[in-house]
């Protein structure tokens, strides 16, 4: 059975998603990177250490630098989120840092630094993404964006109504992330190609489980229908 839809406000931009068309509007919608840094997509960070190959990563950068592009260039909000600990790890439970056995744990030096310490190289964002000044950066002790970090507060500052997800890993920190905003009241959409997971399988089962059940989770679109939905630049003065 299908449900009439109200029709969205004009103003909106109608991106075509799973599992139905998701009303972006322009401005409110902030975008989300979630974690793009050295430690989890380059060779000597803490996702190498886990065992993983971090290849697997690579393929998000160029789909989030177009987001990235997209949402600079019409002046709309944008959060860069960078999963970290002080240097005395005292934001580190014991229970996060003891888990498994890793070739190096949380705090350890390797190639790139302390993994995941604040202020070591393997922490930064990767070069392509790198946050403008102005831009807002969260520096989140857990696997999701809001616990413990001021994001709430700064998304009700920045007006921010709706949340448009890219990042890493896609089973790990982003969907944590978006199962926060959505029991926060948030609408999130998932930007296909922009996300990546060190197992190729959990990015699409992950995919599956946001979108089913009539969007329990959130929305899902490939970058071009989110790209195509935009509204055009203003031209320049
Ligand atoms: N290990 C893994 O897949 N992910 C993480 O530990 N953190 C994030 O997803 N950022």
Same mark, same amino acid.
């Not at 350890?108 to 190289?121: C, I, K, N, Q, S």
């Not at 000044?133 to 857990?142: Q, R, Y």
């Not at 990042?167 to 969907?175: A, F, L, P, S, W």
């Not at 978006?178 to 060190?198: K, P, Q």
């Given at each position: 059975?299908?449900?009439?839809?109200p029709?969205?406000?004009?103003?909106?931009?109608?991106?075509?998603?799973? $599992?139905?068309?998701?009303?972006?509007?322009?401005g +409110?919608?902030?975008?989300?990177?979630?974690?793009?840094?050295?430690?989890?997509?380059?060779?000597?960070?803490?996702?190498?250490a886990?065992?993983?190959?971090?290849? !697997?990563? *690579?393929a998000?950068?160029?789909?989030? #630098?177009a987001?990235?592009?997209?949402?600079?260039?019409?002046?709309?909000?944008?959060?860069h &989120? +960078?999963?970290?600990?002080?240097?005395?790890?005292?934001?580190?439970?014991?229970?996060?840092?003891? #888990?498994?056995?890793?070739m190096?744990r949380?705090g350890?030096?390797?190639?790139?630094? #302390?993994?995941?310490? #604040?202020g070591e190289?393997?922490?930064?964002?990767?070069?392509?993404l790198?946050p403008?000044?102005? *831009?807002?950066?969260?520096?989140?002790?857990g696997?999701?964006?809001?616990?413990g970090? $001021? !994001?709430?507060? @700064?998304?009700?500052?920045?007006?921010?109504?709706?949340?448009?997800?890219?990042?890493? &890993?896609t089973?790990?920190?982003v969907?944590?992330?978006m +199962? *926060?905003?959505?029991?926060?009241?948030?609408d999130?959409?998932?930007?296909?190609?922009?996300?990546?997971?060190?197992?190729? @399988?959990?990015?699409?089962?992950?995919i *599956?489980?946001?979108?089913?059940?009539g969007?329990?989770?959130g929305?899902?679109?490939p970058?071009?229908?989110?790209?195509?939905?935009?509204? $055009? !630049? @203003?031209?320049?003065e």
């Amino acid at each position: 059975m299908t449900t009439a839809r109200p029709s969205p406000p004009a103003d909106v931009a109608t991106v075509r998603a799973r $599992p139905f068309d998701f009303a972006l509007q322009p401005g +409110r919608a902030a975008l989300v990177l979630i974690d793009m840094q050295r430690d989890f997509i380059e060779p000597g960070g803490f996702g190498a250490a886990l065992g993983n190959d971090v290849r !697997l990563l *690579e393929a998000a950068i160029a789909p989030a #630098r177009a987001l990235l592009d997209a949402w600079r260039a019409r002046g709309w909000p944008v959060v860069h &989120t +960078r999963e970290s600990h002080a240097p005395d790890l005292s934001d580190c439970p014991p229970a996060k840092r003891g #888990r498994g056995t890793p070739m190096l744990r949380i705090g350890d030096a390797g190639p790139m630094g #302390r993994l995941l310490v #604040r202020g070591e190289p393997g922490c930064e964002i990767v070069p392509a993404l790198a946050p403008l000044s102005g *831009e807002l950066v969260i520096d989140k002790p857990g696997k999701g964006a809001f616990h413990g970090t $001021p !994001l709430a507060a @700064e998304l009700q500052r920045l007006g921010a109504a709706q949340l448009v997800f890219a990042g890493v &890993t896609t089973e790990v920190c982003v969907q944590t992330t978006m +199962r *926060e905003a959505n029991d926060r009241g948030y609408d999130a959409l998932l930007v296909e190609e922009a996300t990546a997971s060190y197992f190729p @399988e959990f990015k699409a089962a992950t995919i *599956e489980m946001i979108v089913a059940q009539g969007g329990i989770v959130g929305w899902a679109a490939p970058l071009d229908a989110v790209l195509s939905a935009l509204p $055009p !630049l @203003e031209p320049r003065e």
